[in-house]
């Protein structure tokens, strides 16, 4: 690999024994995916970071990275974590489990992490299109490439960590332009995009079913409409079922620019008609008359979906005794402090910092969800989680 001086000085230990070893690893993993240089990061975003996921050995490469004296040298944010951090006794979580994520969180943090513990670190800050950032959220890498114009690959969380670290990242795949041409023309018929607009069907059920269907790639999205807050609730579905980390939407995003007509031309053309969303619903339909909770933020709550569903929820038709749990992280419920301790007289709970995939629920006496997130969908059927899918309004009441 071609290293710059600067790059040789950082390996040759000036820099220090920790960012040494983390640039001669991340050398080694660039060569092994076939990048012939490295480039610099601006943003680092830290996913795979609930103790949940990772566990002890997790938790034993994170402590020993301090040992060594590791330092992230650009902005770093990280994911959710596997509790809110404030109170997880609440949430019911064991003193066991929490102490190990609190060392987790803390060693990260005493790095330089900022903590966020959000998954819509784009939420937080701004990222100048054309930017090169290292992300390692399917949902944000996919908003940071399809929306914001930035490059970034669907970052593995071990490598966010060495480029943390070194602030460089292997300049292969969706950091290059040529790997971000269209590779498919994609188009809803009709129907769906009719169904979808009367909050029928949740957006995340179609960003779903286009990823089941079109699998890798670079997807290019013609004459679809999308609200912009539900950009993220898209996105992430399509992420959960799909390898896809960046999706051209004709007139959203910034990529379209680049293309010529020739870019278009004899692409593959895939048509997602209602019959097939049906079936992707049908994944996630279980015949649950009750469920031990209603779930939402996956991904995390905007400060817009936050008052709309405060709003909402002071006239929904809900028995209060029906369980309603949101997820978000203190940067974005900072500015509704009050509002949201009115949440508690509706009978809803918040957590900050992690979220109904990242928290063990069963400690929360929770076995069967009902959400508006096909991608919380997913993974909690995986964890052995009864789901049900259903569009937001019908889960709020109204
Ligand atoms: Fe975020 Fe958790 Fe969903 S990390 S995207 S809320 S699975």
């Not at 006794?89 to 803390?106: D, N, S």
């Not at 379209?256 to 593959?268: I, N, Q, T, V």
């Not at 949440?343 to 990242?358: I, P, Q, S």
């Not at 959400?371 to 009864?386: C, E, I, N, P, R």
């Amino acid at each position: 690999m071609y290293l710059s001086k600067e790059e040789e000085a950082l390996l040759n230990g000036e820099r220090g024994e920790a960012k040494a070893k983390a640039l001669k690893a991340l050398i080694e993993i660039g060569e092994a995916l076939g990048a012939e240089r490295l480039v610099n990061v601006e943003w680092v975003h830290i996913s795979g970071i609930s103790y949940k996921n990772i566990g002890d050995s997790g938790l034993k490469f994170i402590k020993e990275l301090v040992e060594y004296g590791a330092f992230f040298s650009v902005r770093t944010t990280l994911n959710p974590a596997g509790m809110d951090l404030n109170r997880w006794q609440e949430m019911g979580i064991p003193e066991a489990f929490a102490y190990k994520q609190l060392e987790v969180t803390r060693a990260l943090i005493s790095m330089g992490a900022e903590p966020t513990f959000s998954c819509v670190p784009y939420l937080l800050g701004s990222v100048k299109e054309g930017s090169q950032v290292a992300w390692g959220e399917s949902n944000a890498v996919l908003y940071a490439n399809s929306v914001l114009g930035a490059l970034t690959n669907r970052e593995a969380s071990v490598l966010t960590l060495l480029e943390a670290i070194t602030g460089k990242a292997p300049l292969i795949g969706l950091r290059l332009r040529e790997f971000r041409k269209p590779t498919v023309l994609v188009e809803f018929d009709s129907r769906v995009l009719r169904e979808v607009s009367k909050g029928n069907y949740p957006y995340s059920l179609l960003g779903y079913c286009l990823g089941k269907v079109v699998e890798r790639g670079v997807p290019y999205l013609r004459g679809f409409k999308i609200p912009k807050r539900e950009l993220k609730n898209f996105l992430a579905g399509l992420g959960a079922s799909s390898s896809i980390g960046l999706i051209i939407i004709e007139g959203l995003s910034p990529d379209a620019k680049y293309l010529g007509s020739e870019d278009l031309r004899g692409l593959d053309k895939v048509s997602l008609s209602s019959g097939e969303v049906e079936e992707c619903k049908e994944e996630f339909y279980n015949a649950l008359s009750e469920v031990d909770a209603v779930v939402l933020g996956c991904p995390h709550l905007s400060e817009e979906e936050l008052r709309e569903i405060l709003e909402v929820l002071k006239y929904a038709k809900r028995r209060p005794s029906d369980r309603l749990i949101l997820f978000t992280s203190k940067p974005i419920g900072r500015n509704l402090k009050r509002k949201l301790e009115s949440l508690r007289g509706v009978g809803a709970e918040l957590y900050f910092d992690t979220c109904m995939v990242v928290c063990p629920l069963r400690y929360m006496n929770i076995r069967s969800v009902a959400t508006d997130s096909a991608k919380a969908a997913y993974y909690l059927s995986s964890q052995g989680v009864k789901v049900l899918l259903l569009p937001r309004r019908r889960l709020l009441g109204i």
